[in-house]
């Protein structure tokens, strides 16, 4: 019904900056949220930033200053820049979409984030 394509990941060296995307397409609510979560290997995923379609965005606190959330409404599109990345920061990256119209949740594959120290 509704499938989400990341990509921008890759490997970059500690300090540098990744920008991320994620392309959404099907049948999508116009009121809805998307943003980014990540997980490692045996650790919870843990959220990095959401943004509503009316363009309002949240990080934890524990992301802000460093991470930045945007979104495309046309495309269905959203982006995150990372900046002054740290080896902590290596993680598979799953976007996702809130679907409000229909109250249901999509997840894309997940794109690989490697940091070197």
């Known amino acids: 019904q509704v499938q989400l394509v990341e990509s921008g990941g890759g490997l970059v060296q500690a300090g540098g900056s990744l920008r991320l995307s994620c392309a959404a397409s099907?049948?999508?609510?116009?009121?809805?949220?998307m943003g980014w979560y990540r997980q490692v290997p045996g650790k919870q995923r843990e959220l990095v930033a959401a943004?509503?379609?009316?363009?309002?965005?949240h990080y934890p606190d524990s992301m802000k200053g460093r991470f930045t959330i945007s979104r495309d409404n046309a495309n269905n599109t959203v982006y995150l820049q990372m900046n002054s990345l740290k080896p902590e920061d290596t993680a598979v990256y799953y976007c996702?979409?809130?679907?409000?119209?229909?109250?249901?949740?999509?997840w894309g594959q997940g794109t690989q984030v490697t940091v070197s120290s």
């Open positions: 099907g049948s999508i609510f116009n009121i809805n949220t």
């Open positions: 996702y979409l809130l679907d409000l119209g229909r109250n249901r949740n999509y």
């Open positions: 943004i509503t379609s009316g363009s309002s965005a």
